[in-house]
């Protein structure tokens, strides 16, 4: 199986910078792609950023400019720099890897979830 933990997020006014990051762990192979998605109360979940490892990064269009992902493939871990943070940002941010790891003999993809992270903007 594949674990995922978080850290980061918090309490930030408006104009302000967080960053959150997230490692992967397990029997791991491979990692297809790495990101984050945000869940605001009473909103669906929604993908902030996502990299993909053979592919285009891609940001959702309300935080491109301002937010930054980025990988470290060496120690599995994805980062995400938020800048110039508005109240609209707040949400729990969730890490998302999607992932092939060894289970005995077999290879099985596995699309993991982290804990969750909250990030609350104050105006």
């Known amino acids: 199986q594949v674990q995922l933990v978080e850290s980061g997020g918090g309490l930030v006014q408006a104009g302000g910078s967080l960053r959150l990051s997230c490692a992967a762990s397990?029997?791991?192979?491979?990692?297809?792609?790495m990101g984050w998605y945000r869940q605001a109360p009473g909103k669906q979940r929604e993908l902030v950023a996502v990299?993909?490892?053979?592919?285009?990064?891609k940001y959702a269009d309300s935080v491109k400019g301002r937010f930054t992902i980025s990988r470290d493939m060496a120690k599995n871990t994805v980062s995400l720099q938020m800048n110039r943070l508005q109240p609209e940002d707040t949400a729990v941010y969730y890490c998302?890897?999607?992932?092939?790891?060894?289970?005995?003999?077999?290879?099985?993809?596995?699309?993991?979830w982290g804990q969750g992270t909250q990030v609350t903007v104050s105006s």
């Open positions: 998302n890897v999607d992932s092939y790891y060894r289970d005995a003999v077999v290879l099985r993809r596995a699309v993991s």
């Open positions: 397990g029997s791991i192979v491979t990692i297809a792609s």
């Open positions: 990299m993909p490892s053979g592919g285009s990064t």
